[in-house]
């Protein structure tokens, strides 16, 4: 073999195959890059909503879709274009919060119990089979039934239901990993159980809840929709977009812009967070292709 | 297989007496004084006495714990604070019509999502599969009040050729068990194709393959049936799904059953019925695992050695 073609062997990291697997599903990136213009926008609402999301405006109801008017105006005049881009400000921070406290709540307990093993693991295993007793929603409605409605116990509610789904992953992930040569090689020479979790197992557990996180905000938004819609969630007149389905409910064929545009705002999302975790869980799985 | 079982039920009932714990904390947990709440505001303090000794609030927590699973295990759920009617007539009522939504919904979801994954995973990287596959990551991740509202405003509003709500004739289940499936199909096919995939590639696949069988016997005889050992697990979580996914769709069709009783009773805080159906949504679900788990130690005799 000659030199140059010994030179242009290249060894590519777990991350940069990873991540070139990644770019060339471009369905999962162009979600991606949606997802990152609904960020934009939530961030910059004030900047680029052309109204305020809550001032009446009564000369002005139940208006279509018009230049001035992108989506229209609901019952109370006010422009659903702008209460669309508020509203993903509420819904983002939803999905994102709720499922990033899970996360962590999940993936400690989760950890534990895959290292520790023996009667902790069974413990809170049981507990998360508890958890998982309930479908989901009926557990978010439990919540709020104690803590009372409202989104920001909306965000509890769905974390306490995204918690076991991490633990039990993450779980599943540090029992093969505890197995591995370079974690018995780090046990070996005595690096003690914290530092052993968390240098040499966690880092090893993400690629798997990344593509969960992203799946599971597409579902807490979902679910935090729903609640809203059933008037659990946000309270008026707060701009969320399960809210304003609802509100929109008593028009339909009459003002269909007061549902269609809400409904297309959360469907759009939610669709977004499926397909880019569908593309980070193939680009992480080969064996599905 | 029976050790199978006894171990499982003993698991189950475990999980069970956790979530009456859970039900029963429930309560305790509110911040105020329940009784006084469903008592009213206008209640003497006799009044507010008598509603908490009705609720079991005396004694020490120990007591009332053992008050309250005693009575629940005769099926005694106190009474409505709304209706003052017993908690299980008001349960009873609500019964049916949610146990046939979610059923004709189950039904229709599991036939059509099934055929579409088995279509997809045959015709793998066609148009067939791409097609059916934007379709279900849509179904999955499309709002089912939207879609119930999109169909009312279609079907209802429009052309007039369905009701908008209630529960009188056949015609009234079409657009409910419609919105109610559609997300509980879209997942199905999703996951039957990703099973049957995976199965494709098994050695005995290729083997059958490689001794001549037909493609159809390959794909009936060999593929499938291996395939469907996963899904079946998944039709019984998704069932589970459905009776929380009634809850939202019995609210967009005014259907008169568990789901809507359930909105109803958190937004008047009607505690006995909210802890009677929180216990009893969970206990089907825990019941309906328990029998997929069963089910799926029939087909596949490696999970009965474990």
């Known amino acids: ?289 | 297989m029976l050790a199978f079982i006894l171990r499982r039920l003993a698991g189950t009932v475990l999980v069970l007496l956790t979530v009456s714990v859970f039900v029963f904390g429930f309560v305790r947990l509110l911040p105020g004084d329940p009784a006084r709440l469903v008592a009213g505001p206008d209640a003497t303090a006799e009044d507010v006495a008598a509603v908490r000794a009705e609720m079991g609030l005396e004694g020490s927590i120990w007591r009332q714990y053992a008050h309250y699973l005693s009575q629940t295990l005769r099926g005694d759920f106190g009474r409505s604070a709304k209706t003052r009617q017993p908690v299980v007539a008001e349960i009873g009522a609500r019964f049916m019509p949610t146990l046939w939504l979610t059923l004709i919904a189950m039904g229709w979801s599991t036939l059509f999502g099934l055929a579409v994954g088995v279509l997809s995973g045959v015709k793998r990287g066609r148009w067939q599969d791409q097609t059916a596959m934007v379709l279900a990551v849509s179904g999955v991740s499309f709002p089912s009040f939207w879609l119930g509202l999109l169909l009312i405003d279609l079907f209802s509003v429009r052309l007039g050729w369905l009701p908008t709500g209630g529960d009188e004739s056949w015609r009234s289940f079409v657009l409910p068990s419609i919105t109610l499936g559609a997300g509980v199909a879209a997942v199905l096919a999703r996951f039957t194709r990703s099973a049957f995939v995976d199965v494709a590639a098994e050695d005995y696949v290729r083997t059958a393959r490689a001794k001549g069988v037909p493609e159809r016997g390959v794909i009936w005889k060999h593929a499938l049936r291996n395939a469907l050992i996963p899904v079946v697990t998944m039709i019984g979580l998704e069932f589970g799904f459905l009776l929380g996914g009634s809850i939202v769709v019995e609210t967009v069709f005014a259907w008169p059953g568990l789901g809507r009783l359930l909105i109803d009773s958190v937004s008047f805080r009607d505690y006995p019925v909210i802890q009677a159906e929180i216990l009893l949504f969970s206990t089907e679900f825990v019941l309906i695992n328990l029998v997929v788990d069963v089910l799926y130690a029939v087909v596949n005799p490696e999970i009965r050695l474990r």
């Not at chain 1, 999962?28 to 910059?44: E, K, N």
């Not at chain 1, 993450?170 to 370079?182: F, I, M, P």
């Open chain 1, 1 to 289: 073999m000659s030199e140059a073609a010994i030179g242009t062997v290249r060894i590519r990291s777990p991350l940069g195959e990873f991540w070139r697997r990644f770019m060339r599903r471009r369905v999962a990136l162009f979600a991606g890059v949606a997802i990152l213009v609904l960020v934009l926008a939530a961030i910059f609402a004030p900047w680029i909503a052309p109204y305020d999301a809550t001032t009446p405006d009564y000369g002005n109801v139940l208006s279509g879709p018009s230049f001035a008017h992108l989506a229209g105006t609901d019952v109370f005049g006010r422009d659903i274009f702008s209460r669309i881009i508020w509203g993903g400000r509420v819904s983002l921070t939803v999905g994102f919060v709720s499922v990033a406290l899970g996360c962590a709540v999940g993936m400690a307990l989760g950890v534990v119990s895959g290292f520790a093993g023996g009667f902790l693991d069974s413990l809170i295993m049981r507990f998360c089979d508890v958890l998982l007793a309930f479908p989901g929603i009926l557990l978010a409605i439990a919540v709020v039934a104690v803590l009372g409605p409202g989104i920001s116990n909306v965000v509890y509610a769905i974390a306490v239901f995204s918690m076991p789904v991490f633990a039990r992953l993450v779980r599943g992930s540090t029992l093969a990993l505890k197995e591995t040569v370079y974690v018995q090689a780090a046990r070996s020479i005595g690096v003690r159980a914290l530092p052993l979790i968390v240098y040499h197992i966690l880092p090893g557990t993400l690629p798997g809840v990344i593509v969960y996180l992203s799946l599971r905000i597409g579902t807490s938004i979902l679910t935090a929709a729903a609640l809203s819609f059933i008037g659990l969630g946000a309270q008026p007149p707060s701009p969320e977009w399960g809210a304003m389905l609802s509100d929109g409910r008593s028009y339909l064929g009459v003002a269909d812009h007061l549902t269609v545009f809400p409904g297309l705002a959360i469907f759009v999302t939610v669709l977004a967070f499926n397909l880019l975790g569908d593309g980070l869980r193939d680009a992480l799985d080969q064996k599905l292709r």
